[in-house]
Every structure is written in C-alpha cells, then in structure tokens.
C-alpha cells in the first residue's frame, strides 16, 4: 500500500507547476520584467541607432507574448505572458526595471542588468522546479530574437552581420547570468 502511495507522492511532486502563488510579489515582478530585461542585456551591448533599436524592441515585445499561444511553452511563462498583456502586469515589471536600473550612469547598468539576470537565475532554480529550465530557455530565446532583429554594422540597413560580437559576447553573459 506505501508502494503505490508514495509512488503517487513522488509523481505529483515531480508534475508539480510552478504558478503565480508560489511567488511573492516582488518575486513575480522580477519573472514579468525578465523578458524586458534579457532584452535589454541585448540592445545595450552594440546599440544599432533609433530603427534598429525600435527592431529590437518589437522583437522582445512580440517574444515575450509568444507563450501565450505555444502549447509547448511552460505553465509558468503562459503565466507570466498572461500577466503582461495586463495594465498590473506591465506596470509591476516596468517598476522593478526602473528600481534596478534608474539612476545608474551608462558603464554601470550592464552589470546592474547581469546583477538582475543572476537573482532571476537563482530565484528560479529556488522555486520553479521543473519549469526553471524551460522559463530560462524562453528567456535565452527572446534574448536570441532581440539579436537578430536589427543587422548591426553596414550603412543604411545594407552590409553588416544579424548578429554582431558584442551581442554574441552579451548573450553568453545572458546566459551565465541565468545558470541556464
């Protein structure tokens, strides 16, 4: 009888989800700017001019709601796109951004910015589980999206490479940063 009840304990532990509960308030605030935030990591690091800057930002805006509509994206970032598509949602994860990076001169918000990747890499592995890698993989991607949006170099959008070497060089840092 233990057999099969334990057994049962162990799966449902194991198909556990994380979910908005399992975080408190800032916490969750930390998962909704995290998109933003990845993204910013990106553009930061080999700035492409007002078009190429407008590029990335469409293609971190349109990543971060991918989730919504993948049927193979994880509980939790279906949650945290859900969430975002709301007034509370975008306010919560533009707040946090602006406490963290606000006010910092321009030599410190790459690192203030890899400080945050590092606490949202941490926070996930304390309290997502089996979602931390998939949550972490969205996020790597939508940093991946934001590189490739706009060619760097070049003249006039003609030339250049879609993804320069400071953006390669910030992605893997993204990716330090996140455990992932």
Do not use: H
């Amino acid at each position: 009888v233990c057999a099969s009840e334990c057994a049962g304990y162990v799966i449902s532990g194991v198909l556990a989800m994380a979910t908005k509960t399992d975080f408190t308030g800032d916490e969750w605030s930390m998962l909704l700017a995290s998109p933003m935030i990845v993204g910013m990591a990106v553009t930061i690091a080999d700035p492409s001019g007002i078009i190429g800057m407008l590029q990335e930002g469409w293609a971190g805006a349109r990543s971060m709601l991918n989730p919504k509509d993948d049927p193979n994206a994880s509980v939790l970032a279906k949650a945290v796109a859900e969430d975002l598509v709301t007034s509370d949602g975008r306010s919560a994860a533009q707040n946090l951004v602006k406490a963290r990076i606000t006010g910092k001169s321009a030599a410190e918000i790459k690192p203030q910015i890899m400080a945050v990747l590092s606490d949202i890499g941490s926070l996930l592995d304390r309290k997502a589980g089996g979602e931390a890698a998939s949550f972490k993989s969205w996020l790597k991607e939508t940093a991946q999206k934001v590189a490739e949006a706009s060619s760097e170099g070049g003249f006039l959008g003609f030339g250049g490479v879609s993804v320069s070497d400071a953006e390669k060089a910030s992605l893997d840092e993204v990716s330090r940063a996140l455990r992932a």
